[in-house]
């Protein structure tokens, strides 16, 4: 029986051939291709620094999270080892599970839950809810990421709530642009698992490559927009302002949220 540790025992084999540029990593292109995630944590902290003072335990928590990500991705893709598989589906339910603990709106609390209202209880149910997923996942990995993706419908319906309450024109399109972003991404992800044998008769097997970069795009917008609402609902001395890096004028823009006062509705 091959270790858990060995090269190519995990349950999952993506569309890139393996070992073809090179002796020592797996699946080249899906590997390389995570350097998306090694950018996205810095830049998320270094661009959204006003709110980043204001809480820093939530940013410098999720940002490492997503650091990791990038870490055990990598790790998976140059492997393709069981423990790479599990290390990199993990990483991202426990990414998805703190940012939910950190930044899920009270309003939303279910009501149905004798503890609602209450944000203690809710981060110790998310917590517990995630231990509970987490050692499911060792029952059947490959399942996992089925799962993990459409976590990002419950996320577009908490968007499109928050958005029938804005009547700010940035905040619309910088959703619609993380909407368009995320359609890509996942596109990609079901093309290479649904459609590898087309791709390889082509001879263009790298679609999962395409979706690390994109929903690391979907990403910087995302993030900035759950910021944005959670300045409105938790910081009420300040007003929540998107900006874009460099400048408004460039063609191809990274949004940021800047904090001013007063609060003003939205």
């Known amino acids: 029986m091959p270790s858990i540790f060995s090269y190519q025992s995990a349950e999952v084999d993506w569309c890139e051939g393996n070992f073809e540029r090179s002796t020592v990593i797996a699946e ?4 390389i291709s995570n350097v998306s995630f090694f950018a996205l944590s810095p830049a998320l902290l270094y661009l959204n620094r006003q709110y980043r003072q204001q809480r820093a335990l939530p940013m410098y928590i999720v940002s490492g999270l997503l650091l990791c990500v990038g870490v055990f991705s990598t790790y998976f893709h140059m492997t393709l080892s069981y423990v790479g598989q599990l290390l990199d589906e993990l990483s991202i339910l426990w990414t998805l ?12 609390f279910p009501r149905w839950f004798p503890l609602s209202g209450n944000e203690k209880q809710f981060f110790w ?13 060792f029952i059947k990995p490959a399942f996992n990421a089925y799962v993990l993706n459409c976590i990002a419908f419950h996320l577009l319906y908490l968007t499109w709530r928050e958005l029938k309450k804005c009547n700010d024109k940035r905040v619309h399109r910088m959703a619609a642009v993380m909407v368009l972003w995320w359609v890509l991404a996942i596109s990609s992800w079901i093309s290479d698992r649904w459609l590898c044998g087309l791709w390889q008769a082509i001879n263009f097997p790298y679609f999962h490559s395409f979706w690390h970069v994109l929903i690391a795009m979907s990403l910087l917008y995302c ?3 759950v910021i944005y609402f959670d300045v409105h609902y938790e910081m009420p001395s300040f007003k929540p302002k998107l900006e874009y890096w460099p400048s408004d004028s460039w063609p191809v823009v990274v949004p940021y949220v800047a904090l001013e006062e007063p609060h003003k509705q939205c």
């Open 223 to 225: 993030c900035p927009l």
């Open 28 to 31: 080249y292109y899906n590997t």
């Open 125 to 137: 149910l998310s917590g517990v809810t995630t231990v509970i997923s987490t050692l499911m996942s």
């Open 97 to 108: 599970a703190v940012a939910y603990s950190f930044w899920y709106p009270r309003i939303y």
